[in-house]
């Protein structure tokens, strides 16, 4: 995609970057661990895109996402986003995953029931791992069957999940184990 351009925003659970382009945001980076390894991460998905100051609307969104992150409920079903070149399925996941609310989750067949049928789990859970707008798409607030909390592909993987999930107050049924 062309015209597209990132921005690092400081969070409460670190640097994130966001990108976009004329259409909406195409992308969220969850925290890589300091802004460089955050930026890196962004070309290494994007391509040599430009750092560059945001246009008003994706401030506003920079700041929503801040607010969430910082315990504020805040559902983010204001930003626009752009996924061109995203599935169907992807994307019928990803609207479901934006309607659940903070504090509140859903499981991979729950998702699954809605879009067919519980049999599209597996499919379901492969879509967020494809999210491109974590946070926005809250992944995070899927989880898999008995309410435990699943994978996370974002850097720090459940550790990363739980740490959101707690800042949302949402309750999740974990006990760690050596694989988190």
């Known amino acids: 995609m062309t015209g597209q351009q990132f921005a690092i925003f400081d969070t409460p659970i670190g640097a994130c970057g ?29 391509g040599d895109i430009p750092e560059a100051e945001p246009p008003a ?3 506003r969104a920079i700041g929503a996402m801040t607010e969430l992150l910082a315990g504020k409920p805040n559902d983010l079903a204001e930003i626009v986003l752009d996924l061109d070149g995203v599935a169907d399925f992807n994307r019928g996941v990803y609207d479901i995953a934006r309607k659940i609310p903070p504090g509140q989750t859903l499981t991979y067949g729950d998702i699954a029931k809605k879009l067919g ?15 491109p707008c974590p946070i926005v798409v809250p992944c995070h607030r899927v989880l898999a069957a008995g309410n435990k909390p699943g994978g996370f592909s974002a850097n720090g993987g ?3 999940k739980l740490k959101i999930l707690a800042i949302e107050g949402a309750v999740v049924n974990h006990t760690p184990s050596l694989f988190d």
């Open 18 to 46: 966001v990108i976009w382009g004329a259409r909406g945001i195409s992308g969220v980076q969850l925290p890589m661990g300091n802004e460089d390894k955050t930026r890196s991460r962004i070309h290494q998905r994007n």
């Open 57 to 59: 609307e994706v401030q």
């Open 117 to 131: 049928g519980v049999e599209l789990s597996r499919d379901v859970g492969q879509a967020l791992g494809r999210n």
């Open 158 to 160: 459940v550790v990363t």
